[in-house]
């Protein structure tokens, strides 16, 4: 009796080793062993709140993996069920399991580098980021003009314009509109902070902020041309100080709604906040996001009495000191524009 009790415990005991030894096996073959031996790239997105279920179902319907119960056990062995990251992640099928899971928990998402140009207006942004596909158009022009955000940032204005800078970026599809302005925002004080550090004495009793980056935003929009910075800046300082008007085309078609492309004389003449040919002084705010060298410009002009200058058509100007020898240039220069 006791010799058969003894032989069917002994059975059981073997019959539990073997099934968790199965069980051991076939996790141990799941977890390490890829969908495929062709590592195909596959990208998938995870939206933020997201079920571990559906995620393990997608990564199952895309081919990342083979077994979306076994995932999420694993999942749950290792307590990663609640710490999976959203955004857009780049796999390969001839990843292991664990891989795919460690890749989620640490949220190595997929970063695209975006190029925002000098001199592009928030609009501008807008239609860049939109067309990539990582935040919708209006409600990053929206979010832009958000009194209570901006004034989050100690930013002297009504939107962000100017303070967005210009560079590449690293981004993601998971990122909301804003994460992107923060991300230029602090770039942009990143910059600044520079800049000012260099010139702090200057600083002193000169220009506000807002006035440099306005200022600079101008010279941004009125040359392509690096080394006519500076003189250009000088223009605009010498104007300033001698009360004329700035007469700059940009900050005309910048109050412009629905600009053709076409700038004439009913628009110079027309009154807005931003037509520096009809008011005095710097216009309400920056017309652009400046770069750095304009940014640098505006607060170190060229040494120069210059108070006009004129296109060449060929992406510099001609600088005057008086308007007689402006006038001069305008009729050399715009003549053999007509006449091109």
Known sequence: MIKAVKNRFETIIFIILTIALLIATYTYV??????????????????????????????????????ADKFSMLAEFKGALKKIKAG?????????????????????????????????????????????????????????????????????GTSFEGYLFPDTY????????????????????????????????????????????????IIEKETGAPEERPLI????????????????????????????????????????DYNTYRIYGLPPGPIANPGKASLEAAINPANESYLYFVAKNNGTHYFSKDIKEHNRAVNVYQKRKTEG
């Open 170 to 217: 690293r981004l993601t599809k998971g990122m909301t509109v804003d994460d992107i302005i923060k991300k230029m925002v602090s770039r942009f004080n990143e910059v600044y902070s520079e800049i000012k550090g260099s010139r702090v004495q200057w600083f002193k009793g000169h220009m506000t902020t807002k006035e440099i980056v306005t200022l600079a935003s």
């Open 233 to 272: 800046s000088a223009v605009f300082h010498n104007r300033l100080k001698k009360g004329m008007r700035l007469d700059s085309d940009p900050t005309v078609i910048y109050g412009i709604k629905n600009f053709n492309g076409n700038i004439t004389k009913k628009d110079l003449e027309t009154k807005t």
């Open 88 to 156: 857009e992640y780049e796999f390969t099928t001839g990843m292991f399991p664990v891989q795919v899971l460690e890749k989620l928990v640490k949220g190595e998402v997929k970063e695209y580098n975006i190029t925002i140009p000098e001199g592009y207006n928030i609009m501008e942004i807008a239609e860049t980021l939109d067309a990539q596909g990582f935040v919708k158009k209006n409600d990053f022009i929206a979010r832009a003009a958000d009194k209570t955000f901006i004034a989050s940032f100690k930013i002297d």
């Open 30 to 67: 799941f977890i390490f062993t890829p969908p495929g031996k062709e590592k195909i790239v596959k990208t998938i997105f995870i939206p933020q709140g997201a079920s571990f279920r559906i995620i393990a179902k997608e990564l199952e319907t895309s081919g990342i993996i083979t077994d």
